[in-house]
């Protein structure tokens, strides 16, 4: 294990399963429809690849970029696009995947930023969920697993741009987040 890392949360093969689970319950409910999978940069690229290989509907990739004013981990409330949809969603069916849900304020953003763009449907899937963080409602369709309100990485996820390429998601050392 990487020294920097206190235990795995959630291994691998829970990951895997769990996204074959997702993947098939989404093929089902976008039966006879082809999906516009938006994938926020860059926590989701890893989930949403995998989650992509098990869609047995047609689906078109976009991406969108975003960013939190202030320099703070935990989310300031203030979100600035960083990189904008290429495809036009007026018209089509949106799944936008995120890496995870924590007080819900990018995601709350993002889905008014792509509804007021009036796609045909705009449904959200989550690899992880933070529910005791929200500070603001927000809908998510397809999760892949609610968490306790720890620190995780690995899996897409990064602390200072490190640790993406895990392939657990991990809980990071409390030191090492603290810069000890
Ligand atoms: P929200 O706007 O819901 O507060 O924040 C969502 C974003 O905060 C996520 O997309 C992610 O970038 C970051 N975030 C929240 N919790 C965690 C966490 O436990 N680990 C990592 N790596 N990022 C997190």
Redesign the pocket.
Known sequence: MHPDIERVLIARYEIQDRVKILGAEISKNYSGREILAVG?LK?SVVFLADLLRVLTVPVELDFIAVS?YGASST?SGVVRIIKDLDRVVTGREVLLV??????????KYLAEHIRAQKPAGFKVCALLD?PS?RSVPVEINYLGFAIED????GYG???AGRYRNLPDVCVLRRDVREGK
Do not use: A
């Not at 995120?98 to 995601?107: A, K, N, Q, S």
């Not at 720890?150 to 990485?153: C, G, K, N, Q, R």
């Open positions: 926020v926590g939190s989310s995120e890496d995870i849900v924590d007080t819900g304020l990018t995601l933070k963080r720890e620190f995780v990485v996820l990064d602390y």
